[in-house]
T-cell receptor
C-alpha cells in the first residue's frame, strides 16, 4: 500500500536558518503530494501541493518539488521565522480526484525555531 | 480557506462510557468527511470515510460497532466511541471536502479514557 516517510523531529533551528524536511513516498500510481502544517491548538492547514512530476509547490516562502525519480517531496525554506514553529506533515493522495480520496500521512516533523 | 470545527477539543471519560465527537463544516457543504486517528509520534491513520446520506466505509481493522459514524447532513458528521476503554485514548481528527476541493481539517479531539 501507499506510505509516506518523513524525517523525525524535533528539528530545532535559529531564526533565519535554512530549513529542509525530507519526505519520501511509496505509491502504486501517480499520487498528488501535499505538505500540511499544524500550528499549536489548530487543525491541519494545507501549506502547498504538487499534482504531477516536476511540479513545484510554493507558499509563504516554503517550496517542495515533486521528484518522481527519487520519489521525494522535500520541504524547504530559505529563512525560517519563529512563527514557522509547528508540526509539518507530508501526505499523498492517489489520483487526481483528491476531494474524494483520503490522505496517507507521514508521521509529522516538529519544527522549533528559536529567536 | 474553509472552516471545519471539531468539538470537543478535549474530553476525559470513564471506561465503559460513550463519547461523541462532532465535526462541522461551517461555510461549505461537505460531501465527504474523513475520520483519522493519531497515536503519539505516529502518522494520522484513516479510520473511515463517510459520504452524506450513506453508510461510512471503514478501514480494515477498525471496528464499526465501536466507532459509530453518522453523516446525516452536508455540514455535520459525528464519531461516537462506544464503551470506551483506555486503549481508545488518542487524538481524533476529521476532515471535510466538497466535490474535488482540498481537504479541510478540524482542530482535533484529544480523548482520554480513564
Amino acid at each position: 500500500g501507499d506510505s509516506v516517510t518523513q524525517m523525525e523531529g524535533p528539528v530545532t533551528l535559529s531564526e533565519e536558518a535554512f530549513l529542509t524536511i525530507n519526505c519520501t513516498y511509496t505509491a502504486t500510481g501517480y499520487p498528488s503530494l501535499f505538505w500540511y502544517v499544524q500550528y499549536p491548538g489548530e487543525g491541519l492547514q494545507l501549506l502547498l501541493k504538487a499534482t504531477k512530476a516536476d511540479d513545484k509547490g510554493s507558499n509563504k516562502g516554503f517550496e517542495a518539488t515533486y521528484r518522481k525519480e527519487t520519489t521525494s517531496f522535500h520541504l524547504e525554506k530559505g529563512s525560517v521565522q519563529v512563527s514557522d514553529s509547528a508540526v509539518y506533515f507530508c501526505a499523498l493522495s492517489e489520483g487526481a480526484d483528491t476531494g474524494r480520496r483520503a490522505l496517507t500521512f507521514g508521521s509529522g516533523t516538529r519544527l522549533q525555531v528559536q529567536p | 480557506g474553509a472552516v471545519v470545527s471539531q468539538h470537543p477539543s478535549r474530553v476525559i471519560c470513564k471506561s465503559g462510557t460513550s463519547v461523541k465527537i462532532e465535526c462541522r463544516s461551517l461555510d461549505f457543504q461537505a460531501t465527504t468527511m474523513f475520520w483519522y486517528r493519531q497515536f503519539p509520534k505516529q502518522s494520522l491513520m484513516l479510520m473511515a470515510t463517510s459520504n452524506e446520506g450513506s453508510k461510512a466505509t471503514y478501514e480494515q481493522g477498525v471496528e464499526k460497532d465501536k466507532f459509530l459514524i453518522n453523516h446525516a447532513s452536508l455540514t455535520l458528521s459525528t464519531l461516537t466511541v462506544t464503551s470506551a476503554h483506555p486503549e481508545d485514548s488518542s487524538f481524533y481528527i476529521c476532515s471535510a471536502t466538497f466535490m474535488n476541493t482540498e481537504a479541510f481539517f478540524g482542530q482535533g479531539t484529544r480523548l482520554t479514557v480513564v
